[in-house]
Structures are given as C-alpha cells and as structure tokens.
C-alpha cells in the first residue's frame, strides 16, 4: 500500500483497517471488521450482500455521516476520520452527494426548493441557488416538475430530484444506499441510466443494492458477508443503458 | 447559511403549519398587548394625577403639626397638637413673606337636605382659602371676611357634596342644609378638583363658625400658605420656619415640632406610588409574557421532535450544528416577534378601548419598544434550548427516525 501523498493523486476514497463496533450495552457487533478498499476516481461500485453484513454501515463512514470506531479514511488523500463534526458537514456538501433508498425530500417543498438545499448550506447566492437547481432538475429530465411537492410526484420521479439535489453541488462523489429499492424495474433502470450518464461524465458512484441486476450496470461489485468484503471484481457483462431523455 | 437564508427557511416552515404557527404566537400577543395596556393605563393614572396636582397651583406650600420626613407629611397630619390656632391666625401679619393663610381644622360630620344625606368632611378655614387653594365655583362664591367675623353660619360645598345633595344639579346657592342638624346657609358650589385626596367630598365654613358650632379645637391639622408675589417657596420656607421656631421656643439643635411639604413634595410622593402601581401592572402582565414564551418552547420542542429526519436529511446534505441552530432559533424568534408585533397593536387598541370609557391611557414609545424587545428576548431565550437539541442531532439517527 502506498503512502497517502501518492495515492491521493489517483484514488478518491481509501479506506484503511476500517472498523465499526456497536455497543448496544447487552452485546458488541462488529458491523465492519477492519475493512481495506480504494475506490478510484471515476468508478461505479456496487456493494452488495446480505441484510446485516454491514453496506449501510460502511456508505455512512464513506459519506462521513458516522465515523469508523478505528481506521484511517482517506478522502482526495484527507484524513477525514479526524475531522471536527463541522468540518465533515464541509466535506459531505462540497464533495459528496447522497441517494436514499426512500428519497429523502424535504415534504411540503417543491422540487426546485429541494434542489437548492445543499447550496444554501454552501453559502451560494439566491439567484445563483435557482439557476444551478434548474439545470440539475434539467439534467435529470425534470423540469416541468420543478414547482411540484414530493406527495404531487412518483416515486421515480422524486429519486430523480435526489439525484439533482446530489449533483446539484458539482460532488464529485454520489453515495447511493438501495437507490432502487423501492422503484419498479422500469423506473429503476431510468436511474441507472441517469447514474452512469454522470459516471461517464467523471462522476464517482458507489451504490448499495440487492439485485444483481442492478448491480450488472455497474463497473464493479464489492460482496459483503460479516462486515467483510468477500469478493471485489469487476463486472464483465456490463449493462449499458441508452441515456433516457424525457419528462 | 446567512440570515436571510435563514429567514427564508424558517417563513416556509412556518407558513407551511400557519394555523398552529398563529395559535403558539397568541401566548405572547396576549402577553405583549397586557404590557403594553396595563403600562398605559398605569402611565395614564399619573398623567392625571400630575394635571390635578398642578390644577392646585405651583407657589402653595403646607405646614402641619408633628414631625414627619419631607414628603411623608400626609401621614402626620393632626397627628399632633403643636399648631394653636391663634398662632396661624397672627402668620399673615407677622411674616411678609406669606401672602395667603388658610389654616384648616375638619372633622367628619352627618349632614342632610331634604330626605338626601351623607357623612362629610367639614373643614373650617379663614376665608384666604378662596385663593390659596385656587378655588374656582360651580355656583356662587366663597364666604367672606365679614361670615368669618360674624361667625355665620354659611358653607361652601365640595363637588362631590353638591352632586349628592342636588342630584340633579340643581341650584345650591341660598339653600339650606343641616351638618349635625344646624342649619347653614350655602354660598357656592366648588368645581370638580378630581383625582386623589376625596378633595371634593368636603364642606368648606368660616373657622369661628366651625369652631363654635362643630368642634371647639384650639389645634389646627394644617395650615396651607402661599408665598407672596416673587418670594420663591423656599424663601418663604425658610421665612415661616423661623418665625414658627421662635414661637415655639425650639432652641438651636432642637428639631421642628411641626412639617413642611410643597406641592412639588407630594407630586413626588403620588409619582413615586403611581410608578410602583404602574411596574406592579407591568409585572403582573409580564407573567403572561413569559407563559407566552413557554408556550413557543414548548411547539418548538415538538417540532424538532417533528422535524428530526429532516434535520437528518440537512445534516446529510451539508447543515452544521449552527445551521440547524439558527434555523430553529430564527423560527421561534420569527414567531415571538410576529407575536410581539400583532401584540403591540392589540395592546394600542385595547389603550383607545380604555380611553374610549373615560379612563386616562396613555402608550408611551418605550413601553412598547420595552414589550416588543421581551417578546423578541423571549424568542431567543425559549427556543435557545429546542434549538441547541435540534442541532446536537446525530445525523444516522436523525434520518432513520420515522
Ligand atoms: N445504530 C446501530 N446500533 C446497533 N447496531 C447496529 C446499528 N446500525 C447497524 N447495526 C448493526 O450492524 C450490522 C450491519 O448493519 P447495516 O450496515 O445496516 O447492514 P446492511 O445495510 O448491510 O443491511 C447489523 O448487524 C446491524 O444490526
Ligand atoms: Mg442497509
């Protein structure tokens, strides 16, 4: 393994010796048990395994929204697992965008308004707010949409405003946890498609899913068992989708 | 995140639940109006008081028998017996610097016409009265030199007095009326005097004739003097404590055996008290402020509850603890300022509603900056902890929250 200076120059995210240890009180789970994975710059990774082995656990360490109990996190060669609560909140807005499998919208704030929360946090200026989240919900084919609430949308169609919302910040990075886990196959193949148009476009994707057909669009699949990766290979017939171009 | 941001969040959370943002502002509009009417109307009181006291006329000042600290002389009124009548009645030609002297003895006695009576208060006094006091009349005149020496049996009545006996403001002058059944003949009606002291329950006689008839007193309970014409109050002060001194033989060191208060003292003495009542209706009113605050925390506390996967989806997103802090902060300061607002124009409208039935009310600009500020320190104070709650949240935590 190569020292941090050099590897930061090619990988986006390294994880060293990773460890997540619960302690409910009654009982410890190791959720990860010392975890080494680097995910280079421009990857489409997909974690997979079954129920419990720790994928979430290990998407939130990578989205610093929780913190390993011991290892080293890399970050565009930052040691993020020192990094001050607000510091991390820096890092998730400047450089990572998240995708839940229940999409995670703001209720009551029309799609346009959702887009434009991480810019607020990033201190950019009203105008500048609408015009960046009109080209995301553009990219997304989302437009006409624009003034609609989550509860006026599909579901389909609210994981795509998520995904504006998480490249609407220029991340570099998208973290998506079962983005499609709870769409029909025809809409999740439309955020598929949506999520390797912005692979291609240089983005870093790594995603959670349970269906190997999901995983297949991918270029890399990452199993889990037991808070371990058990396999890491990369895809070899890989589904490529057309970009859907639609409102 | 600027404040705007800020505001502008915090106006979108609002407005989405407007009904129950309105119904936790009502608390502190209620709290707010209070203040603001019970300081006017307190304020008003004051402003009455000072008009009526100044009615009395400015260059008026009162000796009464006894010790008393300045100010404090009503307590001490005919409380001792070191003022002889005979010694008030040689003030005027003895001490230049005095030109009116109106010593005043009263008791309270029954008084009747026809089948309509009351218990009065009767003061006998020279007939100096008339100007020291400023008198002015409703009806007729005052009694003169010549009542005073024949020892008639003549009154002038007190305003009060007059409205009771003549219900139906009917002419007084020359009627007759009975005080502890003697007959007595009324010269003039006094004019309203208002305000504090019951000075207008009172029926004015010629001091012999009060003496002969009601009370044989040699000791007066007060003896009210005006300064002559360019003697200012103090001079003529000084003047008259000298000469009393000397009559009663008080050596040098000796305290005064009688009391002085100018108009100016009791004008203190009525401000100092009416203040204490207007801070009492403050603190009163005050309370419902703070249970108006309360009541914001307490929404606010439920709304983070609420809100906690969205302050999760924040976190996610970007929000730092501050963020969320001043997000929840600016909410409740946003409601206890609209609050403070809506209050303040109810306050002034419940201050005209006051007027508008005869009482005093005045809204001063500081009592309703006071007011608006405690609304908006209350919102600061009563969503601090919400807020500070809302911001420690655990992000994970927070969004899996259902
Ligand atoms: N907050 C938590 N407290 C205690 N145990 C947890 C917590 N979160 C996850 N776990 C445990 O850690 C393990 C991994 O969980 P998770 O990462 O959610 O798995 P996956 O996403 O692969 O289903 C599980 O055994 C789970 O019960
Ligand atoms: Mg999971």
Known sequence: MSESPVTAARATLELRGISKIYDTGAERVAALGGIDLTVQRGEFVSVMGPSGSGKSTLMNILGCLDRPTDGQYFLDGEDVATFEDDALARVRNRKIGFVFQSYNLLPRTTALQNVTVPLKYAGVAHDE?????????????????????????????????????????????????????????????????????????????????????????????????????????????????APRREG | ??????????????????????????????????VIAMVALGTGAQRDIQANIAKLGSNLLFVAPGQAERGQIWRAFGSAETLPVSE?????????????????LNRNAQVKYGSLNGDFRIVGTLPDYNFVRSAKFEQGKFFTRLDEEGRRRVCVLGYAVWERLFPNGGW???????????????????????????????????????RQRLDNSRYVRLIAVTAREGVDNAAAEAALRKWLRRQHRLRPGEPDDFSFASQQDILNTVQESSRIFTLLLAGIASISLVVGGIGIMNIMLVTVTERTREIGIRKALGARRR???????????????????????????????????????????SSVLLAFGCAAGIGIFFGYYPASQAGKLDPIQALRYE
């Not at chain 2, 502008?8 to 129950?20: E, G, K, S, V, Y």
């Not at chain 2, 008030?88 to 005043?104: K, Q, S």
């Not at chain 2, 001043?326 to 607002?341: A, I, R, W």
């Open chain 2, 172 to 210: 007084a002058v020359g009627k007759r009326i009975k005080i502890k059944s003697i007959p007595f003949t009324v010269l003039g009606v006094l004019t309203e005097r208002g305000g504090y002291g019951r000075e207008d329950e009172v029926i004015v006689m010629p001091l012999s004739t009060y």
């Open chain 2, 1 to 34: 995140m600027n404040l705007v941001e800020g505001l502008r969040i915090a106006l979108t959370a609002l407005a989405a639940n407007t009904m129950r943002s309105v119904l936790t502002t009502l608390g502190v509009v209620i709290g707010v109006a209070a």
């Open chain 1, 129 to 241: 707010q609408l015009r960046r989240a009109s080209a995301a919900l553009a990219l997304v084919g989302l437009s006409d949409r624009a003034h609609h609430k989550p509860n006026e949308m599909s579901g389909g169609q609210q994981q795509r405003v998520a995904v504006a919302r998480a490249l609407v910040n220029n991340a570099a990075i998208i973290l998506a946890d079962e983005p499609t886990g709870n769409l029909d196959t025809r809409t999740s193949e439309e955020i598929m498609g949506l999520l390797q148009q912005l692979n291609d476009q240089g983005v870093t994707i790594a995603m959670v899913t349970h269906e190997e057909d999901i995983a297949r669009h991918c270029r890399r699949i990452v199993r889990f068992r037991d808070g371990h990766i058990e396999h890491d290979e990369p895809v070899g017939d890989r589904r490529i989708l």
């Open chain 2, 323 to 365: 963020d969320i802090q001043l997000q929840f902060l600016t909410e409740s300061v946003v409601l206890s300022v609209f609050g403070g607002g809506l209050g303040v124009a109810l306050g002034v409208w419940l201050a005209n509603l006051v007027k508008s039935f005869g009482l005093n009310a005045y809204v001063s600009t």
């Open chain 2, 88 to 104: 008030a009645m040689r003030i005027r030609a003895e001490v230049p610097e005095v030109a009116g002297v109106a010593p005043e």
